[in-house]
Nanobody, 117 residues
């Protein structure tokens, strides 16, 4: 059974930092492209950052220069370091795992990030 478990969310003031973690089990982690998405109230889910199984990263324009995605293929974990947080970063953040070769797609349950003074 596949599990993607996010952690590290919480409340922070504008300008603060948070580090999200997503621990994966039940998958061959190093085969999967991993990503972080977010969904704010009343808005569609959007891609924040992605990292391929080879380590290539990509970021939404809103995340460039502030957020950094990384992965640890030994610990089967993907991270999202979020710096200089803004109120508009407030959302539920979801971990995503994709292995296109076998049409596999999984989501975590999400972790809330709230940026407010």
């Amino acid at each position: 059974q596949v599990h993607l478990v996010e952690s590290g969310g919480g409340s922070v003031q504008p300008g603060g930092s948070l580090r999200l973690s997503c621990s994966a089990s039940g998958i061959i982690f190093n085969k999967y492209n991993m990503a972080w998405y977010r969904q704010a109230p009343g808005k569609q889910r959007e891609l924040v950052a992605g990292i391929t199984n080879g380590g290539t990263t990509n970021y939404a324009d809103s995340a460039k220069g502030r957020f950094f995605i990384s992965r640890d293929n030994v610990k089967n974990t993907v991270f999202l370091q979020m710096n200089s947080l803004k109120p508009e970063d407030t959302a539920v953040y979801y971990c995503n795992a994709v292995w296109e070769w076998i049409s596999a797609l999984y989501w975590g349950q999400g972790t809330q990030v709230t940026v407010s003074s």
